[in-house]
């Protein structure tokens, strides 16, 4: 087992957290080294469900906040081991997201009696089906180690506040038709045909740019997916444009919904899958607070994270971590190491750790 | 090995044929039993390559027309072995096309001297690709076996004249985009957003009905399959939409793709297959002579059949079977014994044979 040196600067432990293999559904050895080093650690009482790993202070401060990065990354992609070049780590999950699980062991290991409560949580299978997601099987498992005023993940932002995120919903528009031998085509009606209309409804869309805390949302409403055919010489008797709704946060999933509904009107529509935004919530106090410690810039969260799981159980959350989003899940994925450094300063700074 | 029965009426000979199971690639069986049948008829001259069988008079008439059908069917469907009710014949053939098979083996047996020379010809693998065909196969190595002044080809067509065909032509209209994640859309461009134009023109396509040797051809334009996607989180960056042209027998291959580049101007179009059609060709003599034998109706073909290999070698040639075109291929086929009577009697009649 590769043991973690929870000594070593930041990046030299991201370059440590990389080098453990960790694709989906493969954590077990990076959570192992984790849940060891962390129960090194006298001030955390330490919590393991499958490849999860919290560990808490208990000092007794009024305030309790939870800072959780999750330990799998996407599958390989000839992208390992990490590699140091001018300042950057190159490397399958340096960017999403062992950097900012690093700036969270350098944290808990360095901090012994920060100014709040911390729940540091390190969590398994984030990048697949959200039933085997570490946050939502804790949140079931063990609700209380969710408990907190305040969350942040260290999930990629530039290390910028990036607040609240926006919901998502898929659905299946479906047109029907009536089959038809090709050579008398009269005799039938083309539901690939009839799609047009459902095309031409989503280039006329015309996106909502809400401001909600003073962050500008920007929707977006696109085919993910089109099919129809049955065979070569056949009129289609049906199409499915599959399509994804990203919607800003002032909207619930029933309100993205019903709008679905209404700007297909006349189509089958079903809902395959959804997810609910976040509002910022940068008017709570322990947001504000967060904000302005570390120098008051925040951006809109367009793409979707774990923000949401904490904002529907009542837990304002933003996301604050090393790395360019934009890089996720790419072949060419990397971290500027400066990003690591200060994410880690600021962090310490505002939990009142020596800097 | 089955042994058919030429002294039977049509419709029990029908009724053999369907019995011996003849899917496409399977027809050595059936193959077998015509050979041998036509082999024992002294007034004919056999020649069989590979499950294609063709019996010729050599009369020295001034005049030869070729009557052809084919041997296989489409795939097994929980349609055999026949049924008769209700003056019907039921099962996977009876309509495409073994009632047909039966006159022109019923003819061969019992019009030993016919007032034209005919060349018989059951052909194998009608139903699949062009490659197998056996006209096809034929007309590469006898092409001798296929010179005729007219040919008659006995695809089912209601026992109705139905003259000439229309050619085919399938395209591939390419639209291209950007990728780019759904959460962020406006930095890329949707391929099947970009499709709603290639729809709409198909939408507003006008069909023309060209007159041709009286007959009203009616054209054809239809997507046939569409397909774009990438992931439910992704813009694609492509969406292929196949189109089927089914093009009146007045105009070209090269006249059809022509229309389909200008028609879909501004896309990528590719051409994926492509059969021509096959002009009436009623103004000619041997044509003319029949339809009048026949009784004079005629009414244009829509559908691609192997009238249009003949009309290729400058033989004229037209549909005259048995049965409801539209339930070729279908699970519950099934031809009227009267049709079959129909086509025997006129085809007989037409010959110079004893009715």
Same mark, same amino acid.
């Given at each position: 087992m590769t043991t973690l040196d929870l000594s070593a600067d930041a990046v030299t432990l991201t370059e440590q957290l990389v080098n453990i293999e960790s694709v989906s559904g493969n954590e077990r050895?990076?959570?192992?080294? /984790? $849940? /060891?080093?962390? =129960?090194?650690? *006298?001030h955390l009482t330490v919590t393991r469900r499958g490849d999860t790993v919290v560990a808490r202070t208990e000092l007794g401060r009024g305030e309790r906040v939870v800072i959780a990065g999750h330990l799998d990354t996407v599958p390989l992609n000839d992208n390992l081991p990490a590699r140091r070049e001018d300042g950057v780590l190159h490397g399958l999950g340096t960017c999403d997201m062992k950097g900012g699980d690093a700036v969270i062991l350098r944290l808990a290991a360095t901090v012994p009696e920060p100014n709040r409560d911390v729940t540091y949580i390190l969590y398994e299978a984030e990048e697949i089906e959200a039933e085997f997601n570490g946050l939502n099987l804790l949140a079931q498992s063990d609700p209380g180690l969710m408990v907190a005023d305040f969350a942040i993940l260290m999930e990629p932002s530039g290390a910028i506040v990036e607040a609240g995120c926006q919901g998502t919903m898929r659905v299946d528009v479906t047109t029907v038709g009536e089959r038809a031998h090709s050579a008398r085509s009269w005799?039938? /009606?083309?539901?690939?045909?009839?799609?047009?209309?459902v095309l031409t409804r989503l280039n006329a869309f015309e996106e909502r740019r809400p401001l909600i805390d003073g962050l500008e949302y920007r929707e977006g409403l696109n085919a993910v997916f089109i099919a129809g055919g049955v065979a070569g010489n056949v009129l289609p008797d049906e199409c499915v444009v %599959? /399509?994804?709704? =990203? @919607?800003? *946060?002032?909207? %619930? #999933?029933? $309100?993205? $919904?019903? @709008?679905? =509904? #209404?700007? @297909?009107?006349?189509? #089958?529509?079903?809902? =395959?899958? %959804?997810a609910p935004g976040a509002v910022p919530g940068l008017g709570l106090p322990a947001a504000k607070a967060f904000v302005e410690a570390v120098g008051g810039e925040v951006r809109p969260k367009f793409g979707w994270t774990d923000v949401a799981r904490f904002s529907a159980l009542g837990v304002p959350a933003v996301n604050f971590g090393p790395g360019d989003p934009m890089l996720a899940h790419k072949q060419e994925e990397h971290v500027p190491m400066a990003h690591i450094e200060t994410c880690e300063r600021e962090l310490r700074r505002w939990l009142g750790g020596e800097s």
């Open positions: 050895a990076i959570a192992d080294a /984790v $849940e /060891v080093a962390l =129960r090194a650690l *006298p005799k039938g /009606v083309n539901a690939i045909h009839g799609a047009a209309d %599959s /399509v994804n709704y =990203r @919607f800003a *946060p002032d909207r %619930s #999933e029933a $309100e993205a $919904e019903q @709008f679905l =509904r #209404e700007f @297909f009107d006349g189509y #089958e529509v079903t809902v =395959r899958d %959804s």
